[in-house]
Nanobody, 119 residues
Framework: QVQLVESGGGLVQPGGSLRLSCAAS????????MAWYRQAPGKQRELVAQ???????NYQDSVKGRFTISRDNAKNTVYLQMNSLKPEDTAVYSC?????????????WGQGTQVTVSS
């Protein structure tokens, strides 16, 4: 079994910054892609950013230039640095990982962390 645990959410004023972390633990041989998704009230979950095991990244257009995804492979951790936050960034942010364990490759999700951007 693999667990993903997020941290770093909270309340921030518009223009502020937050850094989310997601640590994977358990039966891990290697982690392929890792990503951050978000879901705002009444909206579908959407991909925010993703990063491959080699460090290639991809961002949703609305966060390009403001958010940065990174990962520490030694710690099995993915980060999302969010700058210049806007009220429309308010959502529950969840991390996602494709993990290879002994004999299998599976998708895993974290429990989510709330990010609220408001004055």
């Amino acid at each position: 079994q693999v667990q993903l645990v997020e941290s770093g959410g909270g309340l921030v004023q518009p223009g502020g910054s937050l850094r989310l972390s997601c640590a994977a633990s358990g039966s891990i041989f290697s982690i392929y892609a890792m990503a951050w998704y978000r879901q705002a009230p009444g909206k579908q979950r959407e991909l925010v950013a993703q990063i491959t095991s080699g460090g290639s990244t991809n961002y949703q257009d609305s966060v390009k230039g403001r958010f940065t995804i990174s990962r520490d492979n030694a710690k099995n951790t993915v980060y999302l640095q969010m700058n210049s936050l806007k009220p429309e960034d308010t959502a529950v942010y969840s991390c996602f990982a494709i993990v290879r364990s002994t004999g299998s490759i599976s998708d895993y999700w974290g429990q989510g962390t709330q990010v609220t951007v408001s004055s």
